[in-house]
């Protein structure tokens, strides 16, 4: 604890257990708070939202066993959004092992897979060589999730104090030849990865753009160049003849190269793996590759002026990024027309936050409504996390006015976190946009199977804003569009975590042409 107060941190999310209760009696005297959840897929979640909307480093704390079990599915969505979390989990007593004790298991091989380094600890010496080693880890380089495990005890045994620690940063890189390869292009796209986003790098797009004059895309979605929220880019990409990926994989999501197919590619990557993937699925038409932080080349490349490159280019690239689908001219409360009314709302809220989780209605969500800053489920295409994204933002920014948007299907999975929310005073409003199914899935059967094969994706009209009252928050039943902005700027000045529970018209998520 008093490493990780060292590296700056002063927020865990934790959920007690036998095995890290040392580790709670610490935090006491480290001066750390601990915001204690329901679930430990809860604290995973929290932490990687509070990473974003702080550009620091999450924690999460959980117990041995099921705890850490519980913790691992959001370990995939921190690795796939580049997002520093360290997950310290406790662990089965080192003196014991082999012989059977409580809870052991080789945790170490549950999570190595889903994260940059695991770690077993086996003597309090090495306990702030490791916590140091972990942040600098989870931070530096392609960041994302690490894991320490702690046995029982050795967090029991005496250890050496930690020290005053800094994180040094990157040598910058030269960025002259990737300039030049930039500048000679007709129609050149850049593409960033989710860790310069605009929440992580404010403006950084916007500066990069003016001095070089190529189009910048930001990728953050499963849906690759048909997430909804990047307009109709699909549409004109295929016209690029040089494609920059800076912290952006050549993956699916940008059809392994197809996406632009006559276009030279270069990618800047922390990660070599990325940079082999890159050669694999592009071979000989990747031009440049280069290992190094992308953060600090998109940096370098912001600066000067760009090549003196016909503007109908980038006219035409943030057109098409700009085009939405059209509304129904109608009033009735599609998942258009609440997300249009939120958005609304959210344009004059003091300090806003948005929250987007996946499924039909969240496209619907990352497409209509936007806000500076924004945090999203993420490439890895896991739904669920939207109301511990919330908590997190508030958590990370107490001054910030937090609206979530989630489908009814995506609110179940952690809705007895408002619990959470109501006792640690972290008010946010939950927009569900309630079709009474899971309406992704739904339009799956529709379109593949037929109308007369839909079957196992309805939901009942839980009145999930009762349940959100029952534990100390606002709760709102809303069947009226015209009732939807006065609603939420009721719920928005509750002070209370709240739900507003929006009964809708379901609809397939926007295809913009």
Known sequence: MQTLAAHGVKDIFALSGNQIMPLFDASLDAGIRLFHTRHEAATVYMAEGYAQLSRGLGVALVTAGAGLGNALGPLLTARASDTPVLLLSGDSP?????QGAFQEMDQVALT???TKWSVRVTRAADLAEVIDK???LAMQGRPGPVHVSLPADVVLAAAETATTISISPPEPTNVA???DWLDAAQRPMVVFGPSLNATRQPGLAGKLELATGAPVVMMESPRGLNDPSLGAVAQVFAEADRV????KPLDFTLQFGAAAPKAGWAVVHA??????????NCAERLTRSVKADPVDVARGLAFGSGADRDGDWLDKVHEARTRRSEARAEDALTSNALCTAVHSVLQDAPNPVLVCDGGEFGQWAQASVSAPRRIINGVSGAIGGGICYAMAARAADPEATVVALMGDGTAGFHLPEFETAVREDLPFVAVIGNDL???AEHQIQVREFGEDRVHGCDLSGARYDEVVTALGGFGAYVTDL?????VLRQAIASGKPACVNVIIDGTPAPVVT
């Open 112 to 114: 190595q897979s889903l």
């Open 134 to 136: 972990a942040v600098r």
């Open 244 to 247: 920059l990926l800076l912290g």
């Open 177 to 179: 030849e990737l300039r």
């Open 271 to 280: 990660d070599p793996e990325e940079l082999s993937r890159a050669r694999r």
């Open 482 to 486: 015209a009732k939807v902005p006065a």
């Open 437 to 439: 199914r899971w309406n």
């Open 94 to 98: 080192v003196g014991k092992d082999g």
